[in-house]
């Protein structure tokens, strides 16, 4: 029998995977950050951002430049989300209820259609909270932020009923006013009013089976912007200008997400089989209330649009040659021999249903009978994957080939389902993809020094509304399909000024084909023990990557010539690096983020500069652990990034860089009483969020924010 043993370091609130673009916000951060949203920790992620907001109800995440809903893949509890609404974020987590939050950038093999990469976030269980020897436990706390004079509440009970089951039930609350910018103005119809629960419970069967549930529920409602995505008009601080061009909605909120797994696990022969069966309900209703608006909203409105996700995910490890459990014998540099592999088979179901009414019994009769709308239409999607992947590994050597399976259906319900029948075109569409990727890794030096690089394919499909629309705006008519800008002569060549392009019906499902991404990184990991003397262990990993994406779905026009076909000839070109180091010696600890991105874009006519991503950025905290508690320092540096000023997205401008500090302090008062300080933009800089939508420069962000909290623990 050997034992080791190792010194004590401070628990890591941030980790990153050695050869994979992975990086995981631990709880540690979660606590010690007191986060409203899932979004305000994603400045220790390189590659991410967060666009839209500042409200929960318009955020979204950017990864690597991609913010459309399909672009980024959302999982609560291995359950999928996702929400499609005309200005609308969508993503709704509450981060009081999560213990880690795992980020995937860039495409992978065991997620369809994630060109950007995937987030997943992972609820609490009461063996995470339970102390040594505690079969039941306790938490409360409430908490006080200054910025908009918002008060919270958590209340949490769990335990161990038995050694082999496991419960939570947790509560929050958050309400407050609106948002005060940087000098002392407000951000209208930013007021918070919502809360949230969890129950979730686990079941060890024996040995190799655990069974586990959860319900995740999150509620908002309240006076909001229409338009909360970006949620701006100009660059005033001016109530007119915060508000948008949408006018304000009376909003209410109701997500339900539901998870159920299952997984067995054969340490000892390195096989796993898991399985998640979920569903996720989010609807959104709208009640236009009066006050300054213009363009669609100049009448009363009201919006109910509601969204169903079905997943089933299946996964399985079984180890064919070699035994995972022993110590790597590439990490010993000997000649040893893994052979590994993974599958799995994956299908969902999404069903929307959408409705709008307006005052204007006239309006109502042209635009939206029966509350139809055609150009957010109801609709189905079913998926259906699956994927192989062998895991060798020889010697330092690891080799990963991977191939993945998809085909996707997604069918038009109502109005525009008839339209296209009665033209004899079919209200489904489906798509069929293979995408192959293939990851190599060598340990240049056993333990201390790894090479790594990786090439994938994927592709993503049209949205229902990209497919389905039947509007006025969008891509799918004359004036867009033949780039008509301003004048009444087509820009695209070989066709005469009243040329008709654009199919009767109004709707181009069947001239879209999915886009299509080739991504290829490269990178080396070093993780260095007792470098800065004896206790200490520092990781560095530096990624460069480079990305083509083909067919862009905005960029469908009319083919040149005059055939009238219609082709998306537009492509976008991305490279980018990404750095993160983590360094923790005794009780310090210290960790760097930074990445840039640059690219090139074709929109079928003209090449440019890829504009609107994000710009260049470098996140840098520290603290220390003491015996009383734990303190800590943030620095974030933004560079400035180009935006278009106008929809036509024809004149560039370039919105300044800003410094963000912040602070934490963590004081145990007793084994049970534990105060918390965390100060957000501590300098009350004034900047830019970004804004993915069209490009545009996006709303001011918060100003100044001290959160305080006191907790209890039983």
């Known amino acids: 029998m050997q034992v080791k043993a190792s010194a004590a370091r401070p628990p890591e609130g941030v980790t990153m995977a050695p050869t994979q673009a992975r990086t995981t916000v631990t709880e540690t951060t979660l606590r010690q950050r007191q986060p409203d949203s899932v979004f305000q920790v994603m400045d220790e992620v390189p590659g991410v951002t967060v666009q839209g907001g500042p409200r929960n109800s318009g955020m979204g995440f950017n990864i690597r430049g991609y913010s459309d809903n399909e672009d980024v893949r959302i999982e609560l509890d291995g359950v999928v989300k996702g929400f499609e609404k005309y200005r609308f974020g969508g993503t709704f987590i509450e981060p009081e209820l999560l213990k880690s939050i795992e980020v995937r950038r860039g495409a992978q093999v065991e997620s369809a259609g994630a060109l950007g990469g995937t987030v997943s976030a992972t609820t609490r269980d009461a063996r995470d909270m339970l102390r040594t020897g505690q079969q039941w436990g306790a938490r409360a706390r409430i908490g006080h932020a200054t910025n908009n004079d918002e008060r919270q509440a958590m209340v949490a009970v769990y335990g161990r009923p038995t050694e082999a089951t496991d419960t939570v039930l947790a509560f929050t609350r958050r309400t407050g006013g609106n948002i005060k910018l940087a000098g002392g103005d407000t951000l209208p119809l930013s007021e918070v009013d919502m809360g949230s629960g969890l129950a979730k419970a686990s079941w060890w069967v024996n040995d190799a089976w655990r069974l586990s549930a959860s319900w995740i529920r999150y509620r908002d409602q309240g006076l909001q912007a229409y338009d909360t995505f970006s949620g701006t008009m100009g660059t005033g601080t001016t109530p007119m200008a915060q508000v948008g061009t949408f006018g304000q909605v009376q909003r209410r909120i109701d997500d339900d997400t539901v998870s159920m797994q299952a997984l067995w696990s054969d340490e000892a022969a390195g096989h796993e089989w898991q399985t998640t069966l979920g569903r996720s309900l989010t609807r959104v209703q709208d009640h236009f209330e009066p006050g300054w608006s213009v363009f669609s909203l100049s009448t009363e409105v009201d919006d109910d649009v509601h969204q169903t996700?079905?997943?089933?995910?299946?996964?399985?490890?079984?180890?064919?040659?070699?035994?995972?459990?022993?110590?790597?014998?590439?990490?010993?540099?000997?000649?040893?021999?893994?052979?590994?592999?993974?599958?799995?088979?994956?299908?969902?179901?999404?069903?929307?249903?959408?409705?709008?009414?307006?005052?204007?019994?006239?309006?109502?009769?042209?635009?939206?009978?029966?509350?139809?709308?055609?150009?957010?239409?109801?609709?189905?999607?079913?998926?259906?994957?699956?994927?192989?992947?062998?895991?060798?590994?020889?010697?330092?050597?690891?080799?990963?080939?991977?191939?993945?399976?998809?085909?996707?259906?997604?069918?038009?319900?109502?109005?525009?389902?008839?339209?296209?029948?009665?033209?004899?075109?079919?209200?489904?569409?489906?798509?069929?993809?293979?995408?192959?990727?293939?990851?190599?890794?060598?340990?240049?030096?056993?333990?201390?020094?790894?090479?790594?690089?990786?090439?994938?394919?994927?592709?993503?499909?049209?949205?229902?509304?990209?497919?389905?629309?039947?509007?006025?705006?969008?891509?799918?008519?004359?004036?867009?399909?033949?780039?008509?800008?301003?004048?009444?002569?087509?820009?695209?060549?070989?066709?005469?000024?009243?040329?008709?392009?654009?199919?009767?019906?109004?709707?181009?499902?069947?001239?879209?084909?999915?886009?299509?991404?080739?991504?290829?990184?490269?990178?080396?990991?070093?993780?260095?023990?007792?470098?800065?003397?004896?206790?200490?262990?520092?990781?560095?990993?530096?990624?460069?990557?480079?990305?083509?994406?083909?067919?862009?779905?905005?960029?469908?026009?009319?083919?040149?010539?005059?055939?009238?076909?219609?082709?998306?000839?537009?492509?976008?070109?991305?490279?980018?690096?990404?750095?993160?180091?983590?360094?923790?010696?005794?009780?310090?600890?210290?960790?760097?983020?930074?990445?840039?991105?640059?690219?090139?874009?074709?929109?079928g006519l003209f090449e440019s500069d890829l504009v609107g991503v994000p710009g260049d950025r470098v996140h840098l905290s520290f603290g220390r652990q003491h015996p009383w508690g734990e303190w800590g320092l943030r620095w974030q540096q933004v560079w400035a990034r180009r935006y278009y000023v106008d929809t036509a997205r024809t004149q560039v401008a370039e919105a300044p860089g800003y410094r963000l500090l912040g602070a934490s302090l963590t004081w145990r008062l007793n084994p049970t009483w534990e105060t918390t300080l965390t100060a957000d933009n501590l300098a009350d800089a004034s900047y830019r969020l970004d804004n993915g939508l069209s490009g545009a420069l996006g709303t001011a962000g918060p100003g100044r924010n001290v959160r305080i909290s006191l907790s209890a623990r039983y």
């Not at 699956?386 to 399976?405: A, C, E, I, K, S």
């Open 309 to 603: 996700h079905l997943t089933l995910d299946s996964r399985l490890r079984w180890q064919l040659l070699g035994r995972p459990s022993n110590p790597s014998m590439a990490s010993s540099g000997t000649l040893g021999q893994q052979l590994a592999l993974r599958a799995g088979l994956q299908a969902g179901h999404s069903d929307r249903a959408a409705e709008r009414v307006t005052g204007n019994a006239a309006l109502n009769q042209a635009l939206y009978r029966d509350g139809y709308n055609p150009a957010q239409p109801p609709g189905t999607r079913d998926t259906r994957g699956t994927f192989l992947q062998l895991d060798w590994r020889l010697g330092r050597m690891q080799v990963l080939p991977g191939v993945r399976w998809d085909q996707i259906a997604s069918t038009v319900h109502g109005a525009n389902a008839d339209l296209l029948k009665a033209a004899g075109e079919p209200d489904t569409v489906r798509y069929t993809e293979v995408s192959p990727s293939l990851t190599l890794s060598y340990a240049l030096v056993p333990e201390r020094w790894t090479v790594f690089a990786t090439t994938a394919q994927s592709f993503r499909p049209p949205l229902l509304d990209e497919a389905f629309m039947r509007a006025g705006y969008g891509v799918c008519n004359n004036n867009a399909l033949l780039r008509m800008g301003t004048g009444t002569t087509p820009r695209v060549p070989g066709y005469a000024p009243g040329a008709q392009v654009a199919p009767s019906t109004g709707i181009c499902s069947n001239a879209f084909v999915p886009e299509t991404s080739e991504g290829f990184e490269a990178g080396v990991h070093t993780r260095q023990v007792d470098l800065f003397g004896p206790r200490s262990t520092a990781q560095a990993k530096l990624t460069v990557f480079f990305n083509r994406t083909e067919h862009l779905l905005e960029s469908l026009m009319a083919e040149p010539g005059g055939s009238g076909r219609l082709i998306q000839p537009g492509w976008e070109r991305r490279r980018g690096i990404e750095l993160e180091t983590s360094v923790g010696w005794a009780q310090w600890r210290t960790r760097l983020a930074a990445s840039r991105l640059r690219g090139r874009q074709f929109d």
